[in-house]
């Protein structure tokens, strides 16, 4: 079975500060990784996958076979990235649901 | 392009009651997701649907839940007789068939059981 782990509920962080959302997942095929965001009274939303590789208002993510982990990055916390974080994966085959961690609440300090 | 379209916002109804919620996905989304989202969790699939027909319902409570997806477009997603314990949000979901892949959730639902 699929399992996303986010280990942290709540993260705080100060304006400036870098910040690194962890996830953990476990799959014994070929996932696909993503960062979903919900910022607040807003509906869920594609933050960014990994085989596109590309940073999304700063964050990156950089997935890790070897450690099976996704965490996501950015260097410069901004006030307007504070919102809720999922990070999910889908199984490689097919148009498959998602399977979402917990989340972790992201707040940045001015 | 117009979003996933979830009616009503909010519901409260007493247990054992029922209650219906309505999805109008984007339009030429061949699937179409619904999620349940217990406060402090992140969202767990029910049932999904390519066009019309259910390719996983694995984790619907059948004995209470049931959803359909008439004409291939809106879905409709039931619960009777509802328990406390299906307090949550209920989210639809919607994608283009692969490799895209994203998936477009609407404001779902929040249903309040008393």
């Known amino acids: 079975a699929q399992r996303v782990t986010q280990p942290e509920k709540l993260l705080s962080v100060f304006k400036g500060a870098p910040v690194e959302l962890k996830c953990n997942y476990s799959?014994?095929?070929?996932?696909?990784l993503f960062w979903y965001v919900q910022y607040s009274r807003q509906r869920l939303q594609l933050l960014l996958r990994?085989?596109s590789r590309e940073s999304i208002k700063g964050f990156t993510a950089d997935l890790n076979k070897g450690e099976t982990s996704f965490h996501l990055k950015k260097p410069f916390a901004q006030e307007e990235d504070s919102a809720m974080y999922y990070c999910a994966l889908i199984r490689n085959s097919g148009n498959t649901p998602l399977v979402f961690g917990k989340g972790t609440r992201l707040s940045v300090i001015a | 392009e117009a979003g996933v379209a979830q009616s009503p916002r909010y519901k409260i109804i007493e247990k054992r009651q029922s209650v219906a919620f309505w999805c109008n996905p984007i339009?030429?989304?061949?699937?179409l997701y619904w999620y349940q989202q217990i406060l402090g969790q992140g969202p767990k699939l029910l049932i999904q649907f390519q066009n019309n027909g259910v390719v996983d319902d694995s984790q619907l409570p059948k004995d209470r839940f049931s959803a359909e997806r008439l004409k291939g477009v809106d879905s409709t997603l039931k619960i009777q007789p509802a328990k406390l314990e299906d307090s949550a949000v209920y989210l639809c979901?919607?994608?283009?068939?692969?490799?895209?892949?994203?998936?477009?959730f609407g404001p779902g639902t929040r249903l309040t059981v008393t």
């Open positions: 799959y014994s095929g070929s996932p696909e």
């Open positions: 990994h085989i």
């Open positions: 339009s030429g989304h061949a699937t």
């Open positions: 979901a919607s994608s283009l068939l692969r490799p895209s892949g994203e998936q477009y």
